[in-house]
């Protein structure tokens, strides 16, 4: 950082100072050292308003002043920055580990400025934000997959998806011909990828983590996951605690004469337990709030369409 040149040079004129590197930057900026320091970039320095151009080729930097004034007679320096890279861990001492022995790992990741660190096991946080995580006495509970994390205020570590979890809207009521929103979501740097699956069945691959049904019928009903992945790594999510799947039948399927009894069935695995309400086409109260709905002695004004809403209890 100390200066290697001095120019001497004419009031009126310009002058090109250079900088040249051989290190990969996020981003750079020309400043005017000052005590105490000072780190404004004199592109945006009103006091150069105008005059200044920077031109940075690869692997090197150009800062021009021009119409050069008394007062610009100064110490100019370059200033770069750079985001952390792709953490690597290293473990001291280098191979197996045994019981009761100490094991320190140990994240390395090139950043300008310094990077925080955030240490992980499987998917949980742990308590170190250091640059080492030390384990005094190994246990065999400390057995898992150990990774982190590294960011500066320029940009957090590349990442492999992690904390998948997917959400429905509406959460409380699924009834047929309406318009639900499945909805993926996970913690990735860089940003992940989706697929949808239902039961073993490949869905979509697509960048938005959303899957809609515009128009929902009974033969939808089933166990629906999403995959997130990018280049370093994917993650499934798990079943939420409040999944709800109904399949509904008809217990006299086909022509029903009247005076007999037909049962409507409703098929339904629920966590937690559900609430059912069943309507006729074009009446507003429900007909039965039963999981199965039975009509004694069919008239031919029982005929019509039928529908069922599903309602998940609040714990």
């Given at each position: 950082?100390?200066?290697?040149?001095?120019?001497?040079?004419?009031?009126?004129?310009?002058?090109?100072?250079?900088?040249?590197y051989?290190?990969?930057?996020?981003?750079?900026?020309?400043?005017r050292?000052?005590?105490?320091?000072?780190?404004?970039?004199?592109?945006?320095?009103?006091?150069?308003?105008?005059?200044?151009?920077?031109?940075?080729?690869?692997?090197?930097?150009?800062?021009?002043?021009?119409?050069?004034?008394?007062?610009?007679?100064a110490?100019?320096?370059?200033k770069?920055?750079?985001a952390?890279?792709?953490?690597?861990?290293?473990?001291?001492?280098?191979?197996?580990a045994?019981?009761?022995?100490?094991?320190?790992?140990?994240?390395?990741?090139?950043?300008?400025?310094?990077a925080?660190?955030?240490?992980?096991?499987?998917?949980?946080?742990?308590?170190?934000?250091?640059?080492?995580?030390?384990?005094k006495?190994?246990?065999?509970?400390?057995c898992?997959?150990?990774y982190?994390?590294?960011?500066?205020?320029?940009?957090?570590?590349?990442?492999?998806?992690?904390?998948?979890s997917?959400?429905?809207?509406?959460?409380?009521?699924?009834a047929?011909?309406?318009?639900?929103?499945?909805?993926?979501?996970?913690?990735?740097?860089?940003?992940?990828?989706?697929?949808?699956?239902?039961?073993?069945q490949?869905?979509?691959?697509?960048?938005?983590?959303?899957y809609r049904?515009?128009?929902?019928?009974?033969e939808?009903g089933?166990?629906?996951?999403?995959?997130?992945?990018?280049?370093?790594?994917?993650?499934?999510?798990?079943?939420?605690?409040?999944?709800?799947?109904?399949?509904?039948?008809?217990?006299?399927?086909?022509?029903?004469?009247?005076?007999?009894?037909?049962?409507?069935?409703?098929?339904?695995?629920?966590?937690?337990?559900?609430?059912?309400?069943?309507?006729?086409?074009?009446?507003?109260?429900?007909?039965s709030?039963?999981?199965?709905?039975?009509?004694?002695?069919v008239?031919?004004?029982?005929?019509?369409?039928?529908?069922?809403?599903?309602?998940?209890?609040?714990?």
């Open positions: 950082h100390k200066p290697v040149m001095s120019i001497c040079t004419f009031k009126g004129s310009s002058v090109d100072i250079s900088c040249h051989d290190e990969r930057i996020s981003s750079s900026f020309w400043y050292f000052e005590v105490p320091p000072h780190h404004r970039d004199l592109t945006a320095d009103p006091q150069y308003g105008g005059r200044v151009e920077v031109f940075s080729p690869i692997g090197s930097s150009t800062l021009r002043i021009k119409d050069l004034k008394k007062n610009d007679s110490n100019y320096r370059f770069i920055t750079n952390p890279t792709v953490p690597l861990v290293t473990m001291s001492p280098p191979g197996g045994v019981q009761n022995s100490s094991v320190n790992l140990t994240c390395h990741s090139d950043a300008n400025p310094e925080k660190y955030a240490w992980f096991r499987a998917n949980q946080m742990l308590v170190s934000e250091e640059s080492q995580l030390f384990i006495s190994l246990q065999a509970s400390d898992g997959e150990y982190c994390t590294a960011e500066n205020h320029l940009l957090s570590s590349p990442d492999a998806p992690k904390s998948c997917v959400s429905v809207s509406p959460s409380a009521v699924v047929e011909n309406t318009t639900v929103t499945l909805s993926c979501s996970s913690d990735a740097n860089p940003a992940a990828n989706y697929s949808w699956y239902k039961e073993n490949t869905l979509t691959h697509q960048q938005e983590g959303v049904f515009t128009s929902i019928r009974s939808d089933g166990i629906y996951h999403c995959r997130s992945e990018n280049q370093y790594g994917e993650i499934n999510s798990t079943e939420p605690p409040d999944t709800l799947r109904a399949h509904l039948s008809v217990s006299s399927p086909g022509e029903v004469e009247e005076d007999t009894t037909v049962t409507l069935r409703c098929s339904s695995d629920a966590n937690p337990a559900a609430n059912y309400s069943w309507y006729k086409e074009g009446e507003n109260s429900p007909k709030s039963e999981q199965n709905f039975t009509i004694t002695h008239r031919a004004e029982d005929s019509g369409h039928y529908s069922l809403n599903v309602f998940r209890q609040q714990m």
